[in-house]
Nanobody, 123 residues
Framework: QVQVVESGGGMVQAGGSLRLSCTASGYTLGMAWFRQAPGRQRQFVAF????????NVAAFLKDRFSISRDTAKNTMYLQMNKLEPEDTAVYYC???????????????????WGRGTQVTVSS
């Protein structure tokens, strides 16, 4: 069983920045961020491989968001800049412990999820 804990959410004004962190307690392969706004489906945000050498950010976010990983700490980070009210959502960390063949932006790829951290961007 892998415990996944997110931190770093909060309230920020439009144009501001936040950095989210996610730490996994056990062995993991890739890690990813998803987000879900009220009344909307869960949405892929970013992925990073086990080594940190491969990463992907959703195309519509890559000019503002970046992802990184500290392998020694088994911690993933999401740096969010130039935040917009539309970024308001609960951000979830997801980890995989085996490769089931699903694409990195598919929630079905991931075995363990955190409880989420709220990000609220005011205009």
């Amino acid at each position: 069983q892998v415990q996944v804990v997110e931190s770093g959410g909060g309230m920020v004004q439009a144009g501001g920045s936040l950095r989210l962190s996610c730490t996994a307690s056990g062995y993991t392969l890739g890690m990813a961020w998803f987000r879900q706004a009220p009344g909307r489906q869960r949405q892929f945000v970013a992925f990073v491989s086990r080594s940190g050498g491969t990463s992907n950010v959703a195309a519509f976010l890559k000019d503002r968001f970046s992802i990184s990983r500290d392998t020694a700490k088994n911690t993933m980070y999401l740096q969010m800049n130039k935040l917009e009210p539309e970024d308001t959502a609960v951000y979830y960390c997801a980890t995989e412990v085996n490769n089931n063949g699903a694409r990195y932006d598919n929630a079905l790829r991931y075995n363990y999820w955190g409880r989420g951290t709220q990000v609220t961007v005011s205009s």
